[in-house]
């Protein structure tokens, strides 16, 4: 009769002994093992950066495009804005009748503009130089809107600051004769 029995040193269920060895527990990676990991994460890691390159690309258009657009609207919304308040007098000058003077003076009108020019550095409210059509960018129009600044209450000298500057700043320069406006010139600048 057999009985059987645990060896500690590598016996069988039968009772019969091995001589090979126990087997030990494997630790660690192989060199094969750990290349593949590597070549593995590599791959992973191009996918990511080439994805978020695309990512950064397509959100650096779409912020261009989107900042283009507000700059567009806040000129249409400025230039609207200067053009509505173009032609405006105090009350203190609408309400009384021009003097002789004041119509043989030929004030200005109040919209008015040049034809694809430059604006003159020391008068630039009464001329302009002329672009060639050959010239870089073929020139811009030049848009000049008039106004007067309006007094909180007439003759006190102090404006309500109501009216904009072609910048958006609101005037303070309050108007002592009636031919005595504002003028706001738009124009394309050119970097040269």
Known sequence: MKTSFFS??????????????????????????????????????????SALIVTRQGFTTVDASSQLRDNGRFAADLIQRLGVQSGFKDFFYAAKPSSAAEIAANIAPNVFGFNNATSSSTDPLNSSTARASGSLGYGSDIL???????????????????????????????????????ASI???YTFR
């Open 8 to 49: 500690v040193n590598g016996g069988r269920r039968d009772g019969t002994t091995s001589c090979l060895p126990a087997k030990q527990p494997q630790f660690g990676l192989t060199m094969v093992e750990l290349l593949v990991a590597l070549v593995i994460s590599l791959l992973i890691s191009l996918a990511a950066i």
């Open 144 to 182: 000049i809107l008039r106004y007067q600044e309006a007094e909180t209450f007439p003759g006190s000298g102090v404006s309500d600051r109501s009216m904009i500057d072609c910048m958006g700043n609101s005037s303070t320069n309050v108007p002592d004769t009636r031919g005595e406006r504002m």
């Open 186 to 188: 738009l124009h394309i």
